[in-house]
């Protein structure tokens, strides 16, 4: 039994976020040379892919789900 409902933007949006420190750690470690400007459409594209994969869970699931609970 689940705790909580499952909810595929916010795992899209921890993803981005999480790649992002990633990127950061990789600069700081001096594995790499990251620019400071990359977090940009890290971050951007991440929010915009999260709210579109919500918008699509939330259409498939419908307004009736939130009834039912």
């Known amino acids: 039994m689940l705790r909580h409902e499952f909810q595929p933007g916010r795992l899209v949006a921890g993803l981005f976020l999480t790649a992002t420190g ?11 040379e990251t620019p400071w400007f990359a977090v940009v459409p890290l971050i951007v594209g991440g929010l915009f892919l999260a709210g579109a994969t919500a918008a699509v869970a939330r259409g498939i699931r419908g307004r009736g789900h939130a009834e039912r609970v």
């Not at 990633?22 to 790499?32: I, K, N, P, T």
């Open 22 to 32: 990633v990127v950061f750690a990789g600069d700081a470690g001096g594995l790499w």
